[in-house]
C-alpha cells in the first residue's frame, strides 16, 4: 500500500497572522497579535514521491521440520547469528521413523565415494591407458593399409608363388576333369561307381580350395592386395580413428582433477541421501539473525511444522509497491530519504536498487515491486518496522525558499506575508517547485532574508530550510479588525 504527497499550497492565512493593506471600514480596533517567523533563504529543494513500507532483510528463510519427532536440542536464540548450514535444533533419534534412522547409511557411502573422487587417480590412469591402447591399434591399422601398397617379399619369393600358383592350378583342373568324367555316375544304383563319384568330388574341392589359398598368398607377397582387403582395411582404419579420438576426449576430461561432471555427481548424490538425513535437523539456508523462533526441547513436532525464521541483516530494504501511474517516474539508483514511525526525528539516506519489470494485478490495480535500501541504518532501524519512504524525483539547487505553509493564493495570485515589523504584509511572489514542507520562489518581491510569517514551525521544515529553532522569530503585529 501507499500514499502519494501532494502538493500542499496553503490557501490562506487567518487574520491572526498577517494584516492586509486594504482599506477597512471606518470602524476599525488595533489588536495586538504574535507573529512567527522564518526568513526566507538561499537553499535546495526536491519533490518525491511518498510510500509506505516496512523494514525487511536482504533474505527471508522460514525453516520447517521435515519429519515428526521430539525436539532433542535447540542450540540457537532470539537474536543469535548464524551461518548457512548451521544446525540450529535436531530431534531425538528414538523418536524418528526407521526410514529416516537408515538414511544415515546412503548418506555416509555417498560421502565416502565423493571423498574417493577427489583423492584417486585411478579413473585417470585407467583412461590413460585406454588411450594408449587406442592409439596402438589406429596406428597397427594403418600400417597394414599402406602395406597393402606394396611387395612383401622378394623377386624370388614372387616367382615362386607364382610357379606355386600355376602347379595347384594344374591339380586343380585335373582334379575337376576327373570328377567331370565320373559325373555321370552319380544316379548310377552300384555303389562301387556312386563312391567313386563323392570321392572325385572332394578331391576337387579339395584341389579348389588349396589353388586359392595358394593364390592368396601369391597376391599378399605380390603386393597385389584384393579389393576386398583393401575396402577392409580402410574401414578398420576409421574404426580405429573413432575409437582413439573418443579415448583422447575421455583424457582430456581430466586435465583439471577430479572432473567436474564426476565431482558434480558424486555431490548431487550427497545431496540427495542428506535430504533425507538431514530432516531430523533444522538447518540455516542463508546466513543471518534469529527473528522468531517457534520449538522448544521436548515438544513433540509434525512434518511441515515451523521452527525458525531467519533474516539476513548485512542489507536492509523497503519493499515497495508502485502503482503503474507512478513506476515510469521511478528509476534505478534513484536517491531516496526514509522516516521510520519508531524514530520520526531521524532521516535515513536510501536507494533504489531494483525495479520489478512486471507488474502483479490484485483488485484490479497493477503494482511493480521496488526495492529501496537503507543505507546508513543503525541499532535503531529493525525488520518489520513501518516508515515512510520519499523517492527524490527532482531537486533544485542554490534556490530561494521559505516553507510550503507560508505561501497562499487569492484567485490566480500567490502570495507570502512579509513582517513588517508591524504587520504581515501580503507580497505577490511565483512559486516553481513545492514539496511537503517548503516552496521555491522563482518571481515576486521576496528577497533573500525576508521575515516570512508562517502558522507554525516543525522540525521538517527547519532540516529543509537549513535552519534552526534560533532562526524562527516571534513578533508583536497589529491586527487591524
Known amino acids: 500500500m501507499y500514499k502519494r504527497r501532494k502538493k500542499i499550497i496553503i490557501a490562506g492565512l487567518t487574520a491572526l497572522f498577517c494584516v492586509c493593506g486594504c482599506s477597512r471600514t471606518t470602524e476599525e480596533s488595533v489588536i495586538a497579535q504574535e507573529v512567527q517567523t522564518l526568513p526566507a533563504v538561499i537553499g535546495d529543494i526536491q519533490t518525491h514521491v511518498t510510500f509506505i513500507g516496512n523494514v525487511a532483510g536482504g533474505q527471508t528463510a522460514s525453516l520447517n521440520w521435515g519429519t515428526n519427532g521430539v525436539i532433542g536440542k535447540v542450540y540457537v536464540k532470539l537474536g543469535d547469528p548464524v551461518r548457512e548450514g548451521e544446525v540450529l535444533a535436531t530431534l531425538e533419534t528414538d523418536s524418528l521413523s526407521p526410514e529416516i534412522i537408515r538414511a544415515e547409511i546412503p548418506y555416509i557411502t555417498a560421502i565416502e565415494e565423493l571423498e574417493e573422487v577427489l583423492v584417486s587417480e585411478t579413473p585417470k590412469t585407467e583412461a590413460y591407458k585406454d588411450l594408449k591402447d587406442k592409439e596402438g591399434n589406429l596406428e597397427d591399422a594403418e600400417k597394414y593399409r599402406e602395406s597393402l601398397k606394396y611387395p612383401r617379399a622378394t623377386i624370388g619369393d614372387v616367382k615362386y608363388w607364382s610357379d606355386q600358383v600355376e ?11 576327373t570328377f567331370d568324367d565320373a559325373a555321370s555316375w552319380r544316379n548310377s544304383p552300384v555303389r562301387f561307381e556312386y563312391n567313386t563319384y563323392h570321392d572325385r568330388r572332394k578331391a576337387m574341392l579339395d584341389a579348389l580350395n588349396e589353388y586359392a589359398e595358394v593364390y592368396n598368398t601369391y597376391l599378399y607377397y605380390s603386393g597385389k592386395a584384393s579389393d576386398r582387403d583393401i575396402t577392409v582395411a580402410v574401414s578398420d582404419i576409421d574404426v580405429a580413428k573413432s575409437e582413439y579420438e573418443t579415448a583422447l576426449k575421455v583424457f582430456k576430461t581430466y586435465s583439471n582433477y577430479p572432473r567436474e561432471k564426476d565431482l558434480k555427481a558424486a555431490q548431487i548424490k550427497v545431496e540427495n541421501a542428506q535430504t533425507t538425513y538431514n530432516n531430523r535437523n ?54 531516496a530519504q526514509i522516516i521510520l514511525d519508531s524514530n520520526p526525528s531521524k532521516v535515513y539516506e536510501g536507494r533504489v536498487t531494483k525495479i520489478s519489470e512486471f507488474g502483479e494485478s490484485s483488485d484490479n490495480r497493477v503494482t511493480f515491486q521496488t526495492m529501496v535500501e537503507i543505507l546508513d541504518p543503525d541499532e535503531m532501524v529493525k525488520i518489520g ?66 521575515l516570512v510569517c508562517v502558522p507554525s514551525v516543525d522540525n521538517q521544515v527547519l532540516n529543509a530550510m537549513g535552519l534552526t529553532r534560533t532562526d524562527a522569530g516571534i513578533y508583536s503585529a497589529a491586527e487591524v479588525r
Do not use: W
Open 167 to 177: 602347379i595347384y592350378r594344374g591339380f586343380y583342373e585335373a582334379a575337376k576333369e
Open 282 to 335: 533444522i538447518l540455516a539456508s542463508i546466513n543471518g539473525v534469529v527473528t522468531q523462533i517457534s520449538m522448544r526441547p521436548g515438544d513433540y513436532v509434525t512434518k511441515g511444522s515451523s521452527a525458525v525464521r531467519l533474516d539476513n541483516t548485512e542489507h536492509l530494504y523497503m519493499p515497495l509497491n508502485v502503482s503503474e501511474i507512478d513506476i515510469l517516474a521511478i528509476q534505478d539508483g534513484m536517491r
Open 385 to 450: 518496522m513501518t516508515g515512510e519512504v520519499n523517492l527524490i524525483t527532482a531537486v533544485k539547487e542554490s534556490v530561494l525558499i521559505v516553507p510550503a505553509n507560508a505561501v497562499f493564493t487569492e484567485g490566480k495570485n500567490s502570495y507570502v506575508g512579509v513582517y513588517n515589523g508591524i504587520a504581515c504584509n501580503d507580497v505577490p511572489v511565483t512559486t516553481g517547485i513545492v514539496s511537503g514542507t517548503v516552496a521555491e520562489i522563482t518571481g515576486g518581491f521576496l528577497k533573500r532574508g525576508d
